[in-house]
Structure formats: structure tokens, C-alpha cells
């Protein structure tokens, strides 16, 4: 069983088996018990809207188990955690990683591979069991109208080197940004995935609360070529 959960901008909780997986917090309503499952957190960077501090209290009441990988632009130490309420002993459980890392822990059938991003952190390419997951983070085509031709080349080039690592590989889930900001480039970086990366489904993220987007991409060329593909992510009210 694999169940997929919407928690606000670009945090998903995945539910395994054996396993829950959440991706990116920022906000949204966690689960108040984890019915025996283990927990695995991942949070790609450290801007405000991939990662709060809140969720490591949430995720120490609820397992003294879980284990977390960041991106390693994520500074934690046993003072500042001490500050903030979080026993230091939770470092020995926190994966800090950079982009082009391997983790692998094969009796737990765990491997978690990372993606430089082109803004801040990593990408996470995670696999769980028989399920297999792409979280981009902050990991797109940052295609913004103000930005220099130039600038833009440079982006367009370092996003495609670090899809095409992954390129024609298969993953069951795959959260992808569609940031309405960027305007007329706002599907560039999912436009790109899409041709390149095999994804039974997915889900459209860091769109700001501008859910009609996707929508909108479904529209496009590329967007109505995979359209069966690409979930309609809900508003949840916080």
C-alpha cells in the first residue's frame, strides 16, 4: 500500500508498509500516531519553507526511532538543539548530506541517493522497499522574467545535468516544483522531467497556494501529453 498525503507547498507525507515518509514540512497537519511504523524525515535545504525545527519535536515525541536526512546547507548542533528543547542525541540520527551522496542501509531496504540543487540543498532520490521516490526540493529550472539571458542559460544547464543523472529511470512517485512565479517559465522544469524521467505519478509542488497551475500546465504540449500522470494536488485549510 502506498498513500500519499498533501501537507502544504512542497512537504508529502508517503505512507508505506512499514514506513512513513515526509517530505519537506513546512506546515500542514501531521499524524498523531504512527500505528508501529518507522519514521523517515527528509528535508532538502534550509529555507523556511522546506524545513522547520517544529517538525523534529513533532517527530521525537513520536519515535525516539526516526531517522532524518538534510541537505547538508542544514547547520544543527547539540547547543542549538538544546536551545530549542531537542535532546543533542538525535544528531546520531540526522544524515547530513550533499548532492551526489549515497546512503544504504540494506537490512532496512533503505538506499537514499542525492541531486545537487540548482538553489540551495539537494534533490532526494529515495528507495523504500519496492517504492521509488523523487523529491526535487529546490532542485528546477528557475526560469525568472528578471534575470539576465545569460543567467537563465546557466540555470538551464545546470538543471539538465542533474535531471539527466536520473534520466530513464523509473519512480513511482515524484514531487516536481511548478512555481507560478516564474511566469511564462513556470513549466520549464517540469516540462524537462517529464521527457526524461519515467513517473507513474506525480505531484506538482511549490505553487504557492496557486493550485489553478496545474491546471493551466495540463494545457501545454508537454503538460497534455502527460496528463494521466499528473496529480491534481487539493488546497488543504491549514
Not at 505512507?15 to 519514521?39: A, C
Not at 528546477?140 to 546557466?154: C, D, F, H, M, S
Not at 491546471?215 to 504540449?221: A, E, F, I, N
Request: aromatic residues 12%; charged residues 30%.
Amino acid at each position: 500500500m502506498v498513500k500519499v498525503t498533501y501537507l502544504y507547498h512542497s512537504g508529502f507525507m508517503v505512507e508505506l508498509d512499514n514506513s512513513i515518509l515526509i517530505f519537506d514540512y513546512f506546515k500542514g497537519n501531521l499524524p498523531s500516531s504512527l500505528k508501529g511504523k518507522k519514521l523517515l524525515m527528509f528535508f532538502s535545504h534550509k529555507h523556511h519553507d522546506h524545513f522547520q525545527l517544529s517538525a523534529l519535536k513533532w517527530a521525537e515525541e513520536m519515535s525516539k526511532e526516526a531517522h532524518f536526512f538534510v541537505g547538508n546547507d542544514i547547520k544543527l548542533n547539540g547547543k542549538y538543539l538544546e536551545r530549542n528543547g531537542l535532546c543533542p542525541a538525535i544528531l546520531k540520527r540526522i544524515e547530513r548530506m550533499q548532492g551526489g551522496a549515497v546512503y544504504e542501509n540494506k537490512e532496512e531496504q533503505l538506499k537514499v541517493e542525492t541531486l545537487h540543487s540548482t538553489d540551495e540543498g539537494v534533490a532526494f532520490v529515495v528507495t523504500a522497499g519496492e517504492t521509488s521516490i523523487y523529491h526535487a526540493g529546490d532542485l528546477n529550472n528557475w526560469y525568472w522574467p528578471e534575470e539576465t539571458k545569460i543567467g537563465n542559460e546557466k540555470m538551464e544547464k545546470a538543471y539538465k545535468k542533474e535531471i539527466d543523472k536520473i534520466a530513464g529511470r523509473h519512480f513511482d512517485l515524484a514531487f516536481v516544483p511548478l512555481d507560478p512565479r516564474l511566469k511564462e517559465g513556470y513549466g520549464l522544469g517540469m516540462d524537462y522531467f517529464l521527457e526524461k524521467v519515467d513517473a507513474d505519478r506525480v505531484f506538482p509542488m511549490h505553487m504557492w497556494e496557486e493550485y489553478d497551475v496545474i491546471k493551466r500546465y495540463k494545457q501545454t504540449k508537454t503538460g497534455r501529453a502527460f496528463a494521466e500522470r499528473i496529480e491534481d494536488v487539493p488546497h488543504i485549510p491549514m
